[in-house]
């Protein structure tokens, strides 16, 4: 049982060399009586100097700025993009666009990029590929080996579990999100792996009654860019190259492939309607169509394949593409 009163030294942040211990005590009590924030943080000094200055999301205010934090969750296995952490690495595979690299066989300029990164570090590397099979929380396969390798063989056994190949396009088709895509940020998927397979001219519909936001991380941002075609931002990058990369190609994503010019306007290549829990004023606010969920039946759209519509009862997790 202690007895004596137990206290933190009042040196317990300065160094243990006697020396520089002294001059740290020096330099702490010529200061201690201002303000003190915290004794290492990663504050943007512009939230202190500025009066008008806001905090944006919780993670621009908690995560972006302390490496710590998102090293230590994204070491345990969570991604940046579920973070809200935008990479440039997203922006290059909009530069491409999602419709011409999602799905291709070999080594895209996107992973081209990583490897290359991961290649400056001078040590060893081992990568654990795994690839689930489809429906189930199973391992279909694992591969460990060199990166390069273990990427490679995943992506050879992937493309035989996840990507069901069509014989011809679809003029409409209704991808229904299950509830863990919980906004259109994670709910783009029920788009993207769906717009290699529909016609010039189609719509993809989005059904989703229970998500109600854009994104909960990006939802500011999203509403001053909204949704537009990749050459609607490259044309007029002089008013957008300010936001951040992952937000802007979050935007292609959805809207995807299409052209712009400042004579003819932006002309997407295909409809993206929402029937969502998100009003009609916010969808056109954000440059996409509305349809109210309550109109839509599942069962009036299934086994309408030979009319050129087709209905994914859980999207977001099969890739759908022309043979």
Not at 2 to 10: A, C, D, G, V
Not at 103 to 117: K, Q, S
């Amino acid at each position: 049982m202690l007895t004596k009163k137990w206290s933190l030294s009042s040196d317990r942040c300065f160094a243990p060399e006697p020396e520089q211990r002294q001059l740290a005590r020096q330099f702490f009590y010529s200061i201690s009586s201002l303000p003190l924030v915290c004794p290492h943080g990663h504050v943007d000094p512009a939230l202190l100097a500025n009066p008008a200055a806001c905090f944006g999301s919780p993670t621009e205010l908690l995560i972006i700025p302390d490496h710590y934090i998102f090293r230590m969750l994204y070491s345990r296995g969570i991604p940046l993009s579920a973070l809200g952490i935008p990479s440039r690495d997203g922006w290059l595979g909009a530069l491409i666009t999602c419709y011409e690299i999602i799905g291709t066989p070999g080594i895209t300029p996107v992973r081209r990029l990583i490897n290359r990164a991961a290649s400056m570090i001078p040590t060893r590397k081992l990568c654990l590929a795994m690839v689930v099979a489809p429906k189930t929380n199973q391992l279909a396969g694992l591969y460990i080996d060199k990166p390069e390798l273990a990427w490679k063989a995943a992506a050879k056994l992937s493309a035989k579990l996840h990507i069901k190949y069509v014989d011809k396009p679809f003029k409409q088709v209704l991808s229904v999100m299950p509830e863990m895509y919980d906004d259109i940020w994670t709910a783009a998927k029920g788009m993207y792996k769906l717009e290699p397979v529909v016609a010039d001219g189609g719509e993809v519909i989005i059904y989703a009654p229970h998500i109600t936001e854009f994104s909960y991380t990006h939802g500011r941002v999203l509403a001053e860019i909204g949704y537009h075609v990749r050459d609607y931002f490259l044309k007029q990058w002089d008013k957008f190259q300010e936001y951040p990369a992952g937000v802007l190609a979050h935007s292609t994503h959805l809207k995807g492939m299409g052209t712009f010019d400042f004579i003819e306007g932006e002309k997407p290549r295909i409809r993206v309607t929402l029937a969502t829990g998100i009003s009609p004023e916010r969808c056109a606010a954000h440059n996409l169509s509305y349809r109210d969920p309550a109109t839509i039946e599942l069962t009036e759209w299934s086994h309408r394949e030979h009319e050129g519509i087709l209905l994914v009862p859980k999207a977001g997790e099969i890739l759908y593409r022309l043979k």
